[in-house]
């Protein structure tokens, strides 16, 4: 469980973060539609790699997919389908792109310092408070976010985008904690027990398993494994900006 240094961003990386805000209704109508689609094609393709099913998410109404695009609390990227040009702003590629694969990053939360039982199984404060923390508070404290949604359609699979998901989540996370004032960062994600590949994936972007007999009773009961990567950040804003 020692702490890492974060994986480097590609420089030509084919990943975008979704927006929050639009000058247009239709841009976000758009996007909104399109990332329906990925999720649902992930739904069908890889059902084993959800807790959610197919069944029950092509249900949903349109105001519970424009909640999940607008959440504060939550940030999603997309990798899309070409790497050689990346010239156009994140919307203009998010529009004309084929999507390939999606991850969110939820957070962050505070990890109470006298909690020993939180340090062991950071992922469960997400489960406790749904509190977003105060800026202020952050100051030298250690900051937990969760990876989640993490999925590649078969289009996409063995060309590195699940990696560059990875890799640009946890670089998002990195800064945001950096400019917070926070000295540590743990980024958390729980994989199901019988996901090798996923379980491999997170391996090779530097994170170790913490606990291999997680179970979980939400929304149903899975067995997991729970996974973390832990950032120090003792260097600061400008350590951060000169890596």
């Known amino acids: 469980m020692s702490p890492s240094s974060d994986p480097a961003t590609p420089q030509n990386s084919n990943v975008v973060l979704i927006p929050k805000k639009y000058a247009h209704q ?5 996007i909104i539609t399109r990332y ?3 999720r649902l094609r992930g739904l069908k393709e890889n059902p084993d790699a959800f807790s959610s099913k197919y069944e029950d998410e092509v249900e949903f109404p349109y105001e519970k997919w424009l909640a999940r695009v607008t959440n504060p ?12 040009d990346n010239s156009l702003d994140p919307l203009a590629l998010l529009l004309s792109r084929e999507w390939l694969g999606t991850v969110t990053i939820v957070g962050p939360r505070l990890l109470p310092e006298d909690n020993k039982t939180l340090s062991k199984a950071p992922w469960d404060v997400f489960f406790l408070t749904d509190e977003r923390i105060p800026s202020e508070e952050t100051h030298h404290t250690t900051l937990v976010y969760m990876l989640g949604g993490m999925f590649v359609l078969e289009a996409g699979r063995r060309k590195g985008n699940g990696r560059r998901l990875i890799e640009r989540a946890v670089s998002e996370v990195r800064t945001e904690a950096t400019e917070a004032g926070a000295s540590r960062v743990l980024v958390v994600s729980i994989v199901e027990r019988n996901n ?17 007999e997680l179970v979980l009773q939400i929304p149903q009961h899975q067995e ?12 600061g804003l400008s350590d951060a900006l000169e890596r």
């Open 224 to 235: 997991c494994v729970g996974m973390v990567l832990d950032l120090r950040l003792e260097g």
């Open 196 to 212: 090798d590949a996923a379980r491999r994936l997170y391996e090779t972007c530097s994170f170790d398993v913490w606990d291999d």
């Open 26 to 30: 239709k841009d976000l109508e758009a």
């Open 36 to 38: 329906r689609t990925l």
């Open 73 to 84: 609390q939550a940030r999603s990227f997309i990798a899309y389908d070409d790497q050689t």
